[in-house]
């Protein structure tokens, strides 16, 4: 009997010592810059008793299928518009958390050295997702390029030019394989993680960009029922801490922006 006490006694210490230890988050985050910010704030949270784990995708959709299935707790890659148009799509009711960056979109060639010198009939890959198709377009009309029916159209495809001018042709693929088809086309618009991933330098590369004034931020997105939870809160104060801030501005050199 004394064994018996004495083995529940164990076993109960042993639970709340586990209990103690903090609790584990499972985050998606795309390779570049996200996967590389949460990597740093790993030993920060460590400390804040939240046992990290980062799960790399190189999709956009999978991220948020898995948090809205509870396989993950939290996802880090997205902007607002795509969190909205993919919630309305996929009938699903993610939530941001907190906004960390900036990735300033932008068109790159390895055909003409500026947008001037591209030719009538040329062209344009964009992404095929719904926002960040018209995240491009809306991108396109600022630089004179095409016209849109609704210039704030976030979610603008090709179907929603009022004027395309100079007769461009646009080739629609799925975000992850634009830098594949940078030799194939003759303007390609690249979303900067992707751009990072394939050795280009935003800042320096692109023929066109957006602003430090991007609306697009990216964001740390959950669910309903665990975005309050003391666990994403200390993810989020994290994110959003000096030190991220001081590392995007070094490591990223305007390719990507603190948003806070």
Same mark, same amino acid.
């Given at each position: 009997?004394? +064994? ?5 006694? %164990? ?45 790399? /995708?190189?999709?956009?959709?999978? *991220?948020?299928?898995?948090? !809205?299935? +509870? ?5 880090? /890659? ?5 969190? #909205? $148009?993919?919630?309305?799509? #996929? ?14 979109? @932008? ?23 719904? $926002?960040?198709? @018209? ?13 849109? +029916?609704?210039?704030?159209?976030? %979610?603008?495809?090709?179907?929603? &030019?009022? +004027? ?8 629609? %693929?799925?975000?992850?394989? %634009? ?19 394939? @050795?280009?330098? *935003?800042? #320096? !590369?692109?023929? &066109? ?7 697009? =931020?990216?964001?740390? =997105?959950?669910? *309903? ?22 590392? &995007?501005?070094?490591?990223? $050199? @305007? ?6």
């Amino acid at each position: 009997m004394k +064994k018996v006490l004495l083995f529940t006694a %164990l076993a109960a210490a042993l639970t709340a010592g586990l209990a103690n230890a903090g609790e584990k988050l499972v985050v998606a985050a795309t390779p570049v810059p996200h996967a590389e910010i949460l990597e740093l704030i790993k030993p920060a949270l460590a400390k804040e008793g939240v046992d990290l784990e980062i799960k790399v /995708f190189t999709d956009y959709v999978q *991220p948020n299928v898995q948090v !809205d299935q +509870k396989r993950l707790d939290a996802n880090y /890659f997205q902007t607002l518009p795509y969190l #909205k $148009s993919f919630n309305e799509g #996929k009938g699903t009711n993610l939530v941001t958390v907190i906004g960390v960056h900036v990735e300033p979109f @932008g068109g790159y060639s390895k055909k003409v050295k500026s947008l001037a010198e591209l030719k009538d009939g040329a062209t344009i890959a964009i992404p095929n997702e719904g $926002s960040n198709s @018209g995240r491009a377009l809306i991108l396109l009309q600022k630089a004179g390029l095409i016209e849109l +029916k609704d210039p704030k159209n976030a %979610l603008a495809t090709p179907k929603d &030019i009022a +004027k395309n001018p100079r007769n461009f042709k646009f080739k629609e %693929l799925e975000s992850a394989m %634009l830098p594949r088809v940078l030799d194939q086309v003759d303007l390609d618009m690249i979303n900067t993680n992707y751009a990072l991933e394939a @050795g280009l330098n *935003p800042a #320096k !590369d692109a023929l &066109i960009i957006e602003g430090a004034d991007s609306p697009y =931020v990216n964001f740390l =997105v959950a669910r *309903p029922d665990n975005k309050d939870s003391a666990a994403i809160q200390k993810l989020a104060k994290a994110l959003t801490s000096p030190e991220v801030k001081a590392f &995007i501005e070094k490591k990223y $050199s @305007g390719a990507v922006l603190p948003a806070f």
